[in-house]
C-alpha cells in the first residue's frame, strides 16, 4: 500500500490541501476494493487512516482556531476581571422594617455571593426602631466574621444606626458628621393608666409606669452593652459617659473612639478592598429599594393599635421606645409629636415654655431655637388644650 | 451492525456518566458553601446583665402621730393642668371618644398627693383642697381655720395667696412646699423669706438610680423627725433646694450631677427651716411611687409634721371684719396693695409689711 502510494503522494500533499484530498480519495478507493475483496470489516479502517495522516491535522487545526476564538474570549475575561467586588450596602433614613430587611438581605447575599469579597456600609441615618437596629447589628457582626465590613458616614450615623454599625471592623465618619453615637433609647414618658372598660386586663392598656421605666432603661442597657460589646476596646468612654447618650461630630467620634478614622465612602471602599486582597475590584452598590418618602411620619396611629400619635392626634399614646437620635426625631415621628418631659407636669404660668430636659442631659439648644426635633422640652403635643 | 450498537451505546453511557460523575465529584470537591459565619455573642442578651437596678417597694404609709384632728390645706395648682398632682396629662383614652362604658378616670390632680391625704384622714385628720384664686373659698380663709399647709405649685399661687401663706408660716403653720425642676424661680420668689431658694436645672444621676438617672436616689443628711426611720428616697425629678441656714434634710448621692453645669456631688434636694419643709420634688408623693423604697416613710413623717404642733395664731385681716371697714384700719395701709397688683383690695392688704407682726397686729 505504502509502495504504490509514495510516488504520487508526497508532492501533493506539500502544495495544496484539497487537491491532495482529491487525489487521495482514489488511492483509497483502489485500497478499499482490495480490502473489501479480502474482508469488509477492514473498509473503515483503511479510511480513517488515511485521513489522520495528512488531512486531521489540518482539520484539528481549524477546528483549534474556532475553538480557541470562542474560548479566548472567555480567558481574556478571566484573566483581566476584578478579583472580586466590594459591595457598598446603604443604610439611610429611618430604620424600620424595610431598611432592616434591605440590609440583611444584601449581607446576607454577600456571604454566600463568592464574587464579593468585602462590604461597605453607607451610612446617613438618625435610628428608628430599636429592634430592627439590633437586626441589622446581627447581620454586620455575622457578616464581618468573614470579610471586611466597614461603615461610612455622612451626617447621621447615631443611635439606632450606630447600633447596626457597631459591629463593622472599620467606622469611618465625615469630619463634619453631626451625630455619632446617640447610644440611648427615648419614648414618651412613663405615665399610669386609669380603668380602661376596653380591655381584657390592667397592662393591656399599658404597664404601669415602674415597669414602663425600667423596660425603657433595659432596652437602653441592650443598647450600651452592645455597643461596649463590640467597640469597648476603641471606645474611650466609659459605661456611664456612652450611656449619656450624647450625638458626637464626626472630629470628636474619631477622637472619643465611636469611629475609627475620617474618610468617606470611596476611600472605605478602597481600604476594605485592600483588606480583602483585592487588587483589581468592582464596586456594587446597592441602595435602599424604597426609601420611605419624605415627610412621611413612621410612628402613627392605625385603628385601635396606636404607636405614637401622628401629628392630627393631640395625645401620644403608649409609645414605642425608640432608637432615634434628636436630630432625627421629626422625621421619625412627626415634627408635631415632640417628647413630653419625664413627669409631664408643666408649671402654669409659663406652660409650654419651661423645661426641663428630658430623655438626656446633653442639651441639643444648639439645633435652632424651634426645632421640633430637639427632645427636651416638657412640650405638650400640639395645642394645649388638654393641660 | 450489534457490536457497533453496543460499542457506541456504551461509549455514550460511559462518557455520559463520567461527566455527571466528575460534576458530582467536583462539585463536592470544590463546592464552596457559605462560609462558616461566627454565631453572634448573645450574652450581653440575656436579661440578667440588662435588667437596671430598682430600689425596694412595697413600702407602706404610716403616721405616728397621735395629734388630735388637724385641718390640713392642700394646693395643688391650676385644677386642669395636671400640676403638682403627677398626674400624667395623657387620658386613659381619647378624650374626643370616650368609652362607651366610663367606669372611671384615671383622676384629677389630688390623686397625686393620695398617699399624704389618705393617711392624714385615716388619723383623724381633716383636708381640704384649695384649687385656686378662681375658686370659690379664698385661700386667708381656709388658712385661717387650718394647721397646715401643703403646695405642690408654689408658682401657681397668686401675688395675694403666696402673701397669705407666708403670714401662716410667720404664725407658726406647718408648711409642705414641693417644687419641681423648673419652679426655681417661683420657689425663690415664694421661699426668700425664708431663707428658702431654688436653683435652676435638675439633678440626676447615671450611677445610682431607680431604672432611670432623672429618678435619683435622695438620703437624710442628717437625723430629724422629716427623715426619721428614712434610708432611701426615690425623687422622680429632684430639684435642687437651698436654704440659707443650711438646713438640708434630704440630698443626693455623691455620684449625682446637676444638669445645668454637670458637675458631680451631692447636692441639696430638701430643706427645713423651722415650719417651713421644702421639697424638690413632688413625685414621691404619688401613689406610683409611695412605694417605692422609704418614699412610705417619708410621706408619713411628711403626714407627722403637718399635724404635729401648736395650732397656728394667724388671722387675716379681710375675713375678721366684715365689710370694708378693716382695709383702711389695717395695720399697714401705706404699700399694702402694691404687691397685689390691685387684683384684690380687700384681702390683699396685710401681707407685705405681715412677716414680722402681722399676726398680732391683724387679731388686735
Redesign the interface.
Known amino acids: 500500500m505504502s509502495s504504490e502510494g509514495a510516488p504520487s503522494g508526497p508532492p501533493d500533499e506539500s502544495t495544496d490541501d484539497t487537491e491532495s484530498t482529491k487525489k487521495g480519495t482514489p488511492t483509497a478507493g483502489r485500497s478499499a476494493t482490495r480490502a473489501t475483496e479480502r474482508a469488509t470489516g477492514d473498509e473503515s479502517t483503511s479510511i480513517l487512516d488515511r485521513i489522520e495522516t495528512r488531512h486531521a491535522v489540518g482539520v484539528a487545526a481549524i477546528l483549534a482556531v474556532a475553538a480557541g476564538l470562542l474560548v479566548a474570549p472567555g480567558v481574556y475575561g478571566a484573566v483581566t476581571a476584578p478579583d472580586g467586588t466590594v459591595a457598598v450596602i446603604e443604610i439611610d433614613g429611618t430604620i424600620d422594617s424595610g431598611t432592616a430587611q434591605h440590609v440583611e438581605d444584601n449581607l446576607r447575599d454577600a456571604?454566600?455571593n463568592?464574587s464579593i469579597e468585602a462590604v461597605v456600609l453607607e451610612v446617613d441615618s438618625g435610628g428608628g426602631l430599636p429592634a430592627q437596629s439590633e437586626r441589622m447589628?446581627?447581620a454586620v457582626?455575622?457578616?464581618a466574621?468573614?470579610?471586611p465590613v466597614y461603615a461610612a458616614v455622612d451626617t447621621l450615623g447615631a443611635s439606632g444606626a450606630y447600633l447596626a454599625i457597631a459591629p463593622a471592623d472599620r467606622i469611618y465618619v465625615a469630619p463634619s458628621a453631626q451625630a455619632v453615637g446617640s447610644v440611648g433609647v427615648a419614648g414618651?414618658?412613663p405615665?399610669?393608666?386609669?380603668?380602661?372598660?376596653?380591655t381584657t386586663g390592667p397592662d393591656k392598656?399599658g404597664s404601669?409606669?415602674?415597669t414602663q421605666?425600667?423596660r425603657?432603661?433595659?432596652l437602653a442597657?441592650?443598647f450600651i452593652?452592645?455597643v461596649?460589646?463590640q467597640r469597648g476596646d476603641e471606645i474611650e468612654l466609659d459605661r456611664?459617659e456612652i450611656?449619656?447618650a450624647d450625638a458626637y461630630l464626626g472630629t470628636e467620634a474619631v477622637e472619643n473612639g465611636f469611629a475609627d478614622r475620617s474618610g468617606f465612602v470611596g476611600g472605605a471602599v478602597a481600604d476594605a478592598a485592600a483588606q480583602a486582597g483585592l487588587n483589581d475590584y468592582e464596586v456594587d452598590t446597592r441602595r435602599t429599594e424604597s426609601p420611605v418618602p419624605g415627610g412621611f411620619s413612621l410612628l402613627q396611629r392605625n385603628g385601635e393599635s396606636v404607636v405614637i400619635a401622628d401629628g392630627s392626634?393631640d395625645?401620644?399614646g403608649d409609645g414605642l421606645i425608640l432608637a432615634v437620635a434628636p436630630e432625627a426625631w421629626d422625621e421619625t415621628v412627626g415634627g408635631d409629636v415632640v417628647m413630653?418631659?419625664?413627669?409631664?407636669?408643666?408649671?402654669?404660668?409659663n406652660?409650654g415654655e419651661?423645661?426641663?430636659?428630658a430623655t438626656t442631659?446633653d442639651d441639643p439648644a444648639a439645633i435652632g431655637s424651634d426645632a421640633p426635633a430637639i427632645i427636651t422640652p416638657p412640650v405638650?403635643v400640639s395645642g394645649g388644650d388638654?393641660? | 451492525m450489534s457490536v457497533d450498537l453496543r460499542t457506541t451505546v456504551g461509549v455514550f453511557a460511559l462518557v455520559f456518566l463520567s461527566i455527571i460523575g466528575v460534576a458530582a465529584v467536583g462539585g463536592v470537591v470544590l463546592d464552596?458553601a457559605?462560609?462558616?459565619?461566627?454565631a453572634?455573642?448573645d450574652d450581653?442578651?440575656q436579661?440578667d446583665?440588662?435588667?437596671?437596678e430598682?430600689v425596694s417597694?412595697g413600702g407602706a404609709v404610716e403616721m405616728e402621730s397621735t395629734e388630735s384632728s388637724n385641718t390640713v390645706v392642700v394646693h395643688l395648682?391650676?385644677g386642669?393642668?395636671?400640676?403638682?398632682g403627677?398626674t400624667?396629662?395623657?387620658?386613659?383614652?381619647?378624650?374626643n371618644a370616650p368609652?362607651?362604658?366610663?367606669?372611671?378616670?384615671?383622676?384629677g390632680v389630688q390623686r397625686g398627693v393620695a398617699p399624704l391625704t389618705a393617711a392624714l384622714v385615716e388619723n383623724g385628720h381633716e383636708v381640704r383642697f384649695y384649687g385656686g384664686i378662681a375658686t370659690g373659698e379664698r385661700l386667708p380663709t381656709m388658712l385661717s381655720d387650718a394647721d397646715a399647709f401643703v403646695t405642690t405649685?408654689p408658682?401657681?399661687l397668686s401675688a395675694t395667696d403666696a402673701d397669705a401663706v407666708e403670714s401662716f408660716v410667720d404664725a407658726g403653720g406647718r408648711t409642705l412646699v414641693t417644687s419641681?425642676?423648673?419652679?426655681a424661680g417661683?420657689l425663690t420668689d415664694f421661699g426668700s423669706p425664708f431663707g428658702v431658694y431654688g436653683e435652676a436645672g435638675?439633678v440626676?444621676d447615671?450611677?445610682n438610680n431607680?431604672?432611670?438617672?432623672?429618678?435619683v436616689i435622695v438620703e437624710p443628711t442628717g437625723t430629724g423627725s422629716l427623715t426619721e426611720g428614712v434610708e432611701r428616697v426615690v425623687f422622680?425629678?429632684a430639684a435642687p433646694v437651698g436654704a440659707a441656714n443650711g438646713s438640708a434634710t434630704l440630698a443626693t448621692a455623691e455620684t449625682s450631677?446637676l444638669?445645668t453645669t454637670?458637675g458631680a456631688g451631692s447636692y441639696d434636694v430638701a430643706v427645713r427651716n423651722g415650719s417651713l419643709a421644702v421639697m424638690g420634688d413632688?413625685?414621691f408623693l404619688e401613689?406610683?411611687n409611695a412605694g417605692?423604697a422609704d418614699n412610705g416613710a417619708l410621706i408619713g413623717n411628711v403626714a407627722d409634721f403637718l399635724v404635729t404642733g401648736e395650732n397656728p395664731d394667724v388671722s387675716f385681716g379681710p375675713p375678721t371684719g366684715p365689710g370694708g371697714a378693716v382695709p383702711p384700719g389695717g395695720a399697714v395701709p401705706p404699700n399694702g396693695t402694691a404687691p397685689p397688683g390691685g387684683a384684690a383690695p380687700p384681702n390683699g392688704t396685710a401681707p407685705p409689711p405681715e412677716p414680722t407682726d402681722p399676726p398680732e397686729n391683724a387679731t388686735a
Not at chain 2, 457559605?34 to 461566627?38: A, R
Not at chain 2, 446583665?49 to 437596671?52: A, G, N, Y
Open positions: 456571604r454566600t463568592d447589628y446581627a457582626d455575622r457578616t466574621s468573614v470579610m414618651t414618658a405615665a399610669p393608666n386609669g380603668p380602661n372598660a376596653g392598656a404601669d409606669p415602674d421605666r425600667e425603657r432603661q433595659t442597657n441592650l452593652e452592645n461596649i460589646e456611664e450611656a449619656h392626634n395625645e401620644l413630653t418631659s419625664y413627669t409631664t407636669r408643666l408649671p402654669t404660668d406652660m419651661n423645661t426641663v430636659d442631659p405638650t388638654r393641660v | 464552596n457559605p462560609p462558616e459565619t461566627d453572634v455573642a450581653h442578651w436579661l446583665s440588662v435588667e437596671p430598682t417597694e395648682g391650676s386642669t393642668s395636671g400640676l403638682g403627677g400624667s396629662i395623657l387620658p386613659i383614652e381619647d378624650s368609652a362607651e362604658s366610663d367606669i372611671g378616670t384615671l383622676g405649685s408658682g401657681s419641681d425642676p423648673g419652679g417661683a435638675y440626676y447615671m450611677e431607680d431604672a432611670n438617672y432623672l429618678s422622680r425629678g450631677q444638669s454637670r413632688s413625685s401613689p406610683e417605692r
